[in-house]
């Protein structure tokens, strides 16, 4: 969507699943399966211990498949992108990133936003804890560098249980065309500018009134037409009495 106004509106919209499979084993997962894997060595001298590696590993992967299963699905992740304030040149441009998890378990989420290089070289990646029928949020800041408009990517999302065995994989169409301006003046530069202003409109409302007033400044040479009661009686230095 197309932002029509000086300040970029909110774009919000519902994740959909990154992957056609539901999710993957996390490296703590891996790591824990790679520990049950090194029972095979004293296995190869005593065969309860190999009973034990398997043991192990059905464990681990039923215990990963239900934490895959509890993690909230990927349209069940509501996410928004908000601005701060317009984007501008040699300006800071605060972003707020909105996660509403609408599932039943807490997400670990991690965020990366694809602005363009416009409005950053390199894009971050930003962790939040999403509780469930709650809104979480982060915010971190752009430093624009080129002038125009540009198109924001999409919003990727990779998210976790806290028991950290399976994650998913997510990403939100918060796309929309967002316009750079030019630098912009600051308050102190908006007052200095302000009040010059003012200073040249009254200078030259002076000018523009010269003649009408008594002051030493204000005064002219007689011209046919003047009102006699603003001619002064005092004669100029030098004139004969």
């Given at each position: 969507m197309i932002s029509t106004s000086f300040h970029p509106g909110p774009v919000r919209a519902a994740c959909e699943r990154r992957r056609w499979w539901g999710f993957g084993l996390t490296p703590r997962a891996i790591g824990l399966l790679t520990v049950g894997f090194l029972l095979l060595i004293p296995g190869f001298y005593e065969a309860r211990f190999s009973y034990a590696m398997l043991v192990w590993d059905g464990l681990l992967?039923?215990?990963?498949?239900?934490?895959?299963?509890?993690?909230?699905?990927?349209?069940?992740?509501?996410?928004?992108?908000?601005?701060?304030?317009?984007?501008?040149?040699?300006?800071?441009?605060?972003?707020?990133?909105?996660?509403?998890?609408?599932?039943?378990?807490?997400?670990?989420?991690?965020?990366?936003?694809?602005?363009?290089?416009?409005?950053?070289?390199?894009?971050?990646?930003?962790?939040?804890?999403?509780?469930?029928?709650?809104?979480?949020?982060?915010?971190?800041?752009?430093?624009?560098?080129?002038?125009?408009?540009?198109?924001?990517?999409?919003l990727y999302v990779r998210y976790r249980s806290l028991l950290g065995l399976a994650e998913r994989w997510a990403r939100a169409p918060l796309r929309q065309t967002v316009r750079v301006?030019?630098?912009?003046?600051?308050?102190?530069?908006?007052?200095?500018?302000?009040?010059?202003?003012?200073?040249?409109?009254?200078?030259?409302?002076?000018?523009?009134?010269?003649?009408?007033?008594?002051?030493?400044?204000?005064?002219?040479?007689?011209?046919?037409?003047?009102?006699?009661?603003d001619v002064s009686g005092q004669p100029r230095r030098g004139a004969a009495r």
């Amino acid at each position: 969507m197309i932002s029509t106004s000086f300040h970029p509106g909110p774009v919000r919209a519902a994740c959909e699943r990154r992957r056609w499979w539901g999710f993957g084993l996390t490296p703590r997962a891996i790591g824990l399966l790679t520990v049950g894997f090194l029972l095979l060595i004293p296995g190869f001298y005593e065969a309860r211990f190999s009973y034990a590696m398997l043991v192990w590993d059905g464990l681990l992967l039923a215990a990963t498949l239900l934490d895959g299963l509890r993690l909230p699905r990927a349209n069940q992740l509501i996410a928004q992108r908000s601005w701060g304030n317009a984007p501008a040149l040699d300006s800071e441009t605060e972003i707020e990133l909105t996660i509403e998890n609408q599932g039943h378990a807490i997400a670990e989420c991690w965020l990366t936003d694809d602005l363009p290089a416009a409005l950053v070289a390199q894009p971050a990646t930003h962790r939040l804890r999403a509780f469930p029928r709650l809104a979480a949020k982060v915010r971190y800041c752009v430093d624009p560098q080129e002038r125009g408009d540009c198109e924001t990517g999409w919003l990727y999302v990779r998210y976790r249980s806290l028991l950290g065995l399976a994650e998913r994989w997510a990403r939100a169409p918060l796309r929309q065309t967002v316009r750079v301006y030019p630098t912009l003046r600051t308050t102190e530069e908006q007052q200095i500018f302000l009040a010059r202003s003012r200073q040249i409109d009254l200078q030259l409302r002076q000018a523009r009134q010269r003649g009408l007033g008594r002051d030493f400044e204000s005064l002219r040479d007689y011209r046919e037409g003047d009102d006699l009661r603003d001619v002064s009686g005092q004669p100029r230095r030098g004139a004969a009495r």
